[in-house]
């Protein structure tokens, strides 16, 4: 199966969606996929990776339109059995190539949280102009599944974008390795019994999450003698 991995963000740039984008790439290679990564990237791309092939293409964040453009030739020149989307931005591009029989049979998609601010609550001044949400919305009509990382990002993101089949909302918790994540390498390692548990816990603050009035309700706690 030939599947092309399209992402706005990959490693050496800093951000959760380009490490999930290649270790998703890693996992399809593992069951034997042919992958192409299509790589928009402000850094140069330093890898000695031998199990997917990367194409990378300079961000230049003066010149949105012309990356996009860029990004939409490349693909248009190869065929693919499954084109997946590792963000917003690369959804958009791939609506346009569901107006084209025979680029792609499958589309998938990833969504990581942002999208309901950027897309809808306060979109730039290029996607008002480029109408960036009706095509964004197509890309959701024609896809077979989308990904997200917690139930309350889907829950978030169904209220708000209708064009998206909740049927097709598809909840993984993590696109990371467990073997490398600081769980499994720094807590276990180094618990110590007869020491207090000290732990930190890292969130958006956002007022739906509860997260403030966890903490409140843990203040409170504390004060009481818990």
């Avoid at 197509?138 to 917690?150: A, H, I, N, T, Y």
Wanted: with cysteine; charged share 25%.
């Amino acid at each position: 199966m030939k599947i092309c991995y399209l992402t706005f963000e990959f490693p050496n740039d800093l951000g959760g969606a380009g490490r999930v984008a290649k270790e998703n790439a890693h996992h399809l290679a593992d069951f034997g996929c042919a992958v192409d990564i299509v790589a928009v990237a402000t850094q140069e791309i330093v890898s000695d990776e031998s199990s997917f092939n990367i194409v990378h293409i300079l961000k230049k964040t003066r010149m949105p339109w012309l990356v996009y453009m860029n990004v939409l030739l490349t693909l248009v020149l190869k065929k693919y059995d499954v084109l997946v989307c590792n963000d917003a931005q690369s959804m958009f591009i791939g609506s346009f190539l569901t107006f084209i029989p025979g680029r792609a049979n499958k589309y998938y998609g990833f969504v990581h949280g942002d999208e309901v601010d950027e897309i809808i609550v306060g979109p730039s001044r290029f996607k008002k102009m480029v109408r960036f949400d009706l095509f964004y919305d197509r890309f959701l009509k024609k896809s077979e599944k989308v990904f997200f990382l917690s139930r309350f990002m889907a829950n978030k993101f169904c209220m708000n974008f209708l064009a998206l089949d909740s049927e097709k909302a598809v909840v993984i918790n993590s696109g990371v390795r467990i073997e490398k994540t600081i769980v499994k390498s720094s807590i276990t390692k180094n618990f110590d019994a007869s020491k207090p548990l000290k732990l930190i816990s890292v969130s958006r603050i956002e007022k739906a999450k509860g997260y403030v009035e966890m903490v409140l309700l843990l203040e409170k706690l504390f004060d009481l003698g818990f």
